[in-house]
Nanobody, 113 residues
Framework: QVQLVESGGCLVQAGGSLRLSCAAS????????MGWYRQAPGKQREWVAV???????NYADSVKGRFTISRDNAKNTVYLQMSSLKPEDTAIYYC???????WGQGTQVTVSS
């Protein structure tokens, strides 16, 4: 059974930092590209960042230079370090495993102005 469990979301002030975690089980984590997506109220889910099994990364233009995706294969965990947060970063953040169509339940990030 595949499980992706996000954590770390909370209320933070604009300009602040936050680190999200996604713990995976039931997949061959080290062989899977992993990604983060987000969905703001009334908007479609959008891609945020991806990290390949080899550690290559790519980012949406809206977060480039502010967010960093990383992974710890020993812990089967992918992270999203977010800094210089803006109110428009407010959303539910979801983790995805690309080895299949696997999604976590999401974690809420709220950035106050």
């Amino acid at each position: 059974q595949v499980q992706l469990v996000e954590s770390g979301g909370c209320l933070v002030q604009a300009g602040g930092s936050l680190r999200l975690s996604c713990a995976a089980s039931g997949i061959s984590f080290s062989n899977s590209a992993m990604g983060w997506y987000r969905q703001a109220p009334g908007k479609q889910r959008e891609w945020v960042a991806v990290i390949s099994s080899g550690g290559s990364t790519n980012y949406a233009d809206s977060v480039k230079g502010r967010f960093t995706i990383s992974r710890d294969n020993a812990k089967n965990t992918v992270y999203l370090q977010m800094s210089s947060l803006k109110p428009e970063d407010t959303a539910i953040y979801y983790c995805r495993a690309y080895s299949g169509y696997y999604w976590g339940q999401g974690t809420q990030v709220t950035v106050s102005s």
